[in-house]
């Protein structure tokens, strides 16, 4: 067949393999360059119909898929004009490959050797184990056990259900299904969706890096707890230590004490007064000095980060066999030991028992909706990173269903774990559970759990498996977080990160722990309090919520759907398609107003935070969300044409996203 010169204005598509693979006079087919059985992947020759304003590309041929199909990211070949299903490419010797070849730029050539060079996953479970290590943190032990007996208790159990099922799990199936699909980081990925949210990505990166801040401090914590656990008699059961006071209260000593309204427990004194050290502290107006221990302990803590995550999700990915897989021996160890404890049957009644009243309360949806949305995480650029370095046709449907199941499995044993030993606690204090479990938060943890833990037979072993089970806890979400930073910056700017990947890491995270210097101060409790609720909330939830209208509307429910179908064969059905369309954005703006219609009032242990601080809460998650109209103008801006025309050309993707095909890669156009 002779070869014809044309002009044809398409993406080209990458490959391999050179098209000589396919010789003359044989059918492509057999030699694995187009492969579809329903339709044969007819190709056609008005290939200039896509992308018109690239110029001249030189030799292609556009699939009738939606595909362009050439042998590379830029047309280093030439292809020979197809026709029947037959097809001629000139050796690789020839003069004529020779010449065209010459027309490969720089920047495609890298495109391809980065495509071809992009990491994944050793095995699948590394993956599954990172995802559910991400969404299982510290939230599920201490704050799905208080808003669950706080908001009707068993009864709770249905609106979380729903919200679930209509908000949270379409929202996390979605992040899994654009980063496996588009293999790019938040950032990045946005050229292929809707050029104009780039924003997005940028925003998440910098949330990403305020919970970083002040997330592993909360770690720093618990590693202060579990090196003081080492120990014949833990240091928080006893009233005679130099950091207590004359209200310490030990009610399991053998003396009858009786528990007054101004008693204080010895666990508690050790928390604030020897730990956080917050009667050093004014407030949020005098933070203080910093505390030589906790920064010991997160300079320790930031440096297992960094020798886990440095070289990629190939180290992190053997990591998390650890940190995902140890808190769940520990929890079951807990609730056999919780079970076993008097009073502890209390406690459950406590956690389970419905109050069906409650389901008519607004309140209790607005928390059903934001601990599903928090607790499975999407929204923080982990779930794209993680996905992107999938191979393109796995399972990610069945993976978003496991690990969302998993994780809300998990937040609901973890209430028994917690409640079998307030109940416990006030089965020793003869008070009501409700008394017991006023703390809410780390309190939780730090304070009413640690005290049970300290006057149990083989206290030393409980507190030391305990704390460890909350760090293992803490790490892989901390891994999660910044691998989201990581994967967006490095696919941003491959060009001068792709190949220093461990030296960026490094600056991150020295940057990660100077912003927690904060934190780290006698009053740094009331930062990180302060930082929780106003910092990541309502800014992340933004980002979601701008994310899946990009997504349904400007990308269209349409093309995304078809991307899942090139991935896994199926097409989502109805339910999933109203779902993102719909039902998710306005549960995100659901969640979203009624947390700014009505802002929490912030009280940690005495201090009442005043209103200025609010004003600073607000301010520093605004400074992330501001990256997205900031890009939108400055995209405008920068595009050239009438208005109109730059409005159009900033939704339109501008990238196209390569699809393995065989042994070629398809370039979605």
Avoid at 454 to 474: D, K
Avoid at 530 to 536: I, N, V
């Amino acid at each position: 067949m002779e070869k014809k010169s044309k002009t044809n204005e398409t993406e080209p598509l990458t490959s391999k393999k050179d098209v000589s693979d396919c010789n003359e006079g044989e059918d492509c087919k057999e030699n694995r360059l187009l492969r579809n059985p329903k339709s044969a992947l007819r190709l056609v020759e008005d290939g200039n119909k896509v992308h018109p304003s690239q110029g001249d590309k030189g030799e292609a041929a556009q699939i009738s898929n939606g595909y362009s199909g050439v042998q590379n990211s830029v047309p280093c070949n030439g292809m020979g004009e197809v026709e029947d299903a037959q097809c001629t490419a000139p050796a690789a010797t020839t003069t004529t490959t020779t010449t065209t070849s010459t027309t490969c730029g720089a920047e495609g050539q890298q495109q391809l050797m980065e495509l071809e060079d992009r990491e994944t996953w050793s095995k699948k479970i590394d993956f599954l184990l990172s995802v559910i290590g991400y969404a299982v943190d510290l939230g599920n032990v201490w704050r799905f056990p208080y808003i669950c007996y706080q908001n009707g208790g068993g009864a709770f159990l249905i609106p979380y259900t729903i919200m679930a099922i209509f908000g949270g799990i379409p929202l996390f199936y979605m992040e899994l299904a654009l980063g496996q699909y588009h293999r790019n980081g938040c950032i990045s990925i946005w050229r292929k969706i809707c050029p104009i949210f780039k924003g997005i990505g940028f925003a998440i990166c910098i949330i990403d890096l305020y919970v970083a801040s002040y997330y592993n401090t909360i770690m720093a914590w618990a590693f202060y707890y579990l090196v003081s656990s080492f120990t014949a008699e833990l240091p928080w059961t006893s009233c005679t230590n130099a950091w207590n006071t004359g209200n310490c209260t030990n009610y399991f000593s053998k003396d009858n004490v009786s528990w007054s309204p101004h008693s204080i427990s010895p666990a508690e004194e050790f928390y604030t007064r020897q730990v956080l050290q917050v009667h050093r502290s004014d407030g949020l107006d005098d933070l203080g000095g910093i505390s030589w221990q906790l920064t010991l302990c997160l300079l320790l803590i930031f440096t297992i980060v960094y020798f886990s995550i440095w070289k990629g999700v190939k180290t992190s990915g053997k990591v998390v066999w650890v940190t995902a897989t140890f808190p769940y021996i520990i929890l079951i160890i807990l609730l056999v030991r919780g079970a076993t404890l008097p009073g502890a049957w209390r406690g459950v009644l406590y956690y389970v028992k419905p109050d069906w009243q409650k389901l008519l309360a607004t309140e209790v949806w607005v928390d059903a909706a934001a601990q599903i949305f928090f607790s499975l995480g999407p929204g923080f650029g982990v779930l794209l990173a993680y996905a992107s370095y999938n191979k393109f046709h796995n399972n990610c449907y069945q993976d978003a269903l496991v690990t969302s199941s998993v994780n809300c499995a998990t937040s609901f044993v973890s209430g028994f774990v917690i409640f079998t030993v307030l109940g416990y606690m006030a089965e020793m204090r003869n008070e009501d559970v409700s008394e017991v479990a006023k703390d809410a938060g780390p309190s939780l943890l730090f304070i009413t759990y640690a005290e049970a833990i300290a006057n149990m037979p083989a206290s030393t072993f409980f507190a030391i498996i305990f704390f460890l089970m909350l760090l293992t806890l803490g790490l892989d979400s901390t891994f999660a977080g910044l691998e989201g930073v990581i994967t967006g910056i490095l696919d941003e700017f491959p060009h001068v990160w792709s190949k220093r990947r461990e030296l960026f890491v490094l600056g991150l995270i020295i940057i990660c722990f100077l912003g927690s210097l904060a934190t780290l101060t006698f009053g740094g409790a009331y930062v990180v309090k302060l930082f929780e609720e106003y910092a990541t909330g309502p800014a992340v939830l933004t980002v979601v919520f701008l994310e899946a209208v990009a997504v349904a509307w400007f990308y269209g429910i349409t093309q995304f759907c078809n991307d899942v179908k090139e991935m896994l064969g199926f097409t989502p059905g109805w339910y999933w398609r109203v779902c993102w369309v719909a039902i998710s954005p306005i549960f995100l703006l659901f969640v979203t107003c009624s947390f700014l219609s009505n802002p929490p009032e912030l009280r940690l242990f005495d201090y009442n935070y005043p209103y200025w601080t609010t004003v600073v809460g607000y301010c520093i998650g605004t400074s992330s969300i501001i990256c997205i109209p900031i890009y939108m103008v400055y995209r405008l801006i920068i595009t050239p044409g009438t208005l109109k025309e730059r409005i159009l050309k900033s939704i339109t993707p501008e990238t196209a996203t390569e699809i393995p095909f065989g042994d070629i890669r398809m370039n979605a156009v």
